[in-house]
């Protein structure tokens, strides 16, 4: 067993930021992993896969390692996956359709000028310019009587295609896109295309008042489910044999197109790429689908949805789990 000091070191030095020799005398043991991982107060469930071997399954709070857990933001991941599926399909002409082509039904009459020509590029990276709903104007935005309309309707406050904004009602509008494009709900889309080939369900989902599927937040998978999406991931869109996703889409969510200005994470179509080489559905409270392709790891984690996790507070404290204790049983 590691002491404390030694484990700390492990976790400040992160993966490939470390020498060999330094990372084989301080690798933390499965037993250490386990023991910190469980120790995190606001954890409730993890899971830890590493090639067909699962080499941990602990929920020391919550309900389970079977039973759905609201995954928040992790569903900003999902929707982009739907938006992958869309497109391998034809049902979206190609990431730069523009949402004025694609459902033109959405924009409001008193939108702010220029919505029609956001890509589904810019949605998904988050990069459509408009002012945020996350954060201290969330309440607002789910209290209004149109999401999508009042999404279209803040001020711009960047270019199309320029700065990442982090928006929840930015992949709110995209789903719902997704949805007219394809003529079928969210929920309906995400049973049909990764709950059936990954065998998992999609327990519950809220809507909006006109029925959109929330895309980007309220999800409910289990935390095994979420291990299912994590080997997806991992494995090129490829689970048991099947190619549930297009693998030329799961490469290109792994680029980053911009970065996070409060982690630092890089953002590709949908996903957090970090600089150790992990690809990351992130949530509030700390709940994470996370694939390494390189190690041949993935990872699911829930936590207490209630509470914030910031990225110099316990995401943090995630973060380094991953690249410390985690890439070190690679």
């Given amino acids: 067993m590691l002491s404390r000091r030694q484990f700390s070191a492990s976790l400040?030095?992160?993966?490939?930021?470390?020498?060999p020799a330094l990372l084989r005398a301080q690798a933390p043991t499965l037993s250490d992993l386990r023991d910190t991982a469980t120790g995190l107060p606001q954890l409730h469930a993890i899971l830890v896969q590493r090639g067909d071997e699962?080499?941990?399954?602990?929920?020391?709070?919550?309900?389970?390692?079977?039973?759905?857990?609201?995954?928040?933001?992790?569903?900003?991941?999902?929707?982009?996956?739907?938006?992958?599926?869309?497109?391998?399909?034809?049902?979206i002409a190609g990431l730069d359709a523009r949402l004025g082509d694609v459902a033109?039904?959405?924009?409001?009459?008193?939108?702010?000028?220029?919505?029609a020509d956001l890509t589904m590029e810019d949605l998904v990276t988050l990069r459509a310019g408009l002012q945020g709903t996350s954060g201290g104007s969330y309440g607002a935005w789910v209290g209004s009587s149109n999401w999508v309309a009042y999404a279209l309707r803040q001020p711009r406050i960047a270019p199309k295609g320029g700065r990442m904004i982090y928006s929840t009602g930015t992949t709110h509008v995209l789903g719902a896109a997704i949805a007219v494009a394809t003529g079928k709900s969210l929920r309906a889309l995400a049973r049909e295309r990764l709950g059936a080939p990954l065998d998992i369900d999609v327990a519950s989902w809220t809507r909006d008042p006109q029925g959109y599927y929330f895309g980007g937040n309220e999800m409910a998978l289990s935390p095994e489910a979420m291990l299912r999406v994590a080997l997806m991931m991992r494995d090129g869109g490829l689970y048991d044999g099947a190619q549930v996703i297009d693998a030329d889409w799961v490469s290109a969510s792994q680029v980053a197109q911009t970065a996070s200005p409060y982690s630092g994470l890089g953002y590709g179509l949908g996903w957090f790429i970090s600089a150790s080489g992990w690809v990351i559905a992130r949530g509030y409270g700390g709940q994470i689908i996370a694939s390494h392709p390189a190690r041949s790891l993935a990872v699911a984690i829930t936590s207490d949805p209630t509470q914030a996790a910031r990225s110099g507070g316990y995401f943090g404290d995630l973060m380094r789990l991953l690249d410390g204790p985690v890439l070190a049983l690679a």
Avoid: F, H
Wanted: some cysteine; charged content about 15%.
């Fill in 54 to 91: 699962q080499l941990l399954a602990e929920a020391p709070r919550g309900r389970g390692l079977t039973a759905a857990a609201n995954i928040k933001s992790c569903s900003k991941s999902i929707l982009a996956l739907l938006l992958g599926t869309a497109l391998a399909r034809g049902e």
């Fill in 104 to 115: 033109p039904r959405l924009i409001p009459a008193d939108a702010t000028e220029g919505v």
């Fill in 12 to 19: 400040v030095c992160a993966g490939a930021q470390c020498a």
